[in-house]
């Protein structure tokens, strides 16, 4: 089992940033694949950012140029940089972590609330 906890969500103003840390714990996978996805009002959970154990990152392009994952290996933790927010970034975000190739069976954060609003 693993387990993941997520801090750093709030209201913040549209052109303000955030920082976002999910740390796992657990049976840490060798090989994996961690991130955020999010999931607004009314709509589907959609990918944000990912970062593999081999550091590879991937990007919605909605968020390209403005947010940037990263990860501490030393404390099993990623983080997600948003900055130049929109009030359309406005989410729960959740953190996910799973065995590289085995999304289906991914852990998923309890979720943080992001609010852009002025």
């Known amino acids: 089992q693993v387990q993941l906890v997520e801090s750093g969500g709030g209201l913040v103003q549209p052109g303000g940033s955030l920082r976002l840390s999910c740390a796992a714990s657990g049976s840490i996978f060798a090989i994996y694949v961690m991130g955020w996805y999010r999931q607004a009002p009314g709509k589907q959970r959609e990918l944000v950012a990912t970062?593999?154990?081999?550091?590879?990152?991937n990007y919605a392009d909605s968020v390209k140029g403005r947010f940037t994952i990263s990860r501490d290996n030393a404390k099993n933790t990623v983080y997600l940089q948003m900055n130049s927010l929109r009030p359309e970034d406005t989410a729960v975000y959740y953190c996910?972590?799973?065995?590289?190739?085995?999304?289906?069976?991914?852990?998923w954060g309890q979720g943080t609330q992001v609010t852009v609003s002025s």
């Open positions: 970062i593999t154990s081999g550091d590879t990152l």
């Open positions: 996910n972590y799973h065995k590289l190739g085995y999304f289906t069976s991914a852990y």
